[in-house]
């Protein structure tokens, strides 16, 4: 088992950035999928982005190209670097982590993941 928190998030103008943390518990982080979801009051949580334990990437499409999921094992931690921010990216961002067979697996289902963190809050005022 393993359990996650998130830090990082924040209060940021439109255009700003900010970097979110998800550091894990336990010795076989590395083997972990890893992914980041957000849900905004009233709407259903959505996946932002994903790397597998071989550091396969896949990103949703409304943060691609703006959004870096990188991770670093030795630290048990991945982070989310998330620039140009819009007031639409407000929401609670959630890490959350599964073991998968594959090397190159990025589930974007929120139910393929086990665990989950608590959350961190990111507002992005206009």
């Known amino acids: 088992q393993v359990q996650l928190v998130e830090s990082g998030g924040g209060l940021v103008q439109a255009g700003g950035s900010l970097r979110l943390s998800c550091v894990a518990s336990?010795?076989?982080?590395?083997?972990?999928?890893v992914g980041w979801f957000r849900q905004a009051p009233g709407k259903e949580r959505e996946f932002v982005a994903a790397?597998?334990?071989?550091?396969?990437?896949n990103y949703g499409d409304s943060v691609k190209g703006r959004s870096t999921i990188s991770r670093d094992n030795a630290k048990n931690t991945v982070f989310l670097q998330m620039n140009s921010l819009k007031p639409e990216d407000t929401a609670v961002y959630y890490c959350a982590a599964d073991l998968r067979p594959g090397s190159l697996t990025t589930p974007v289902a929120g139910t393929e993941y086990r665990y989950w963190g608590q959350g961190t809050q990111v507002i992005v005022s206009s």
């Open positions: 336990g010795r076989t982080f590395s083997a972990y999928v």
């Open positions: 790397i597998s334990r071989s550091g396969h990437i």
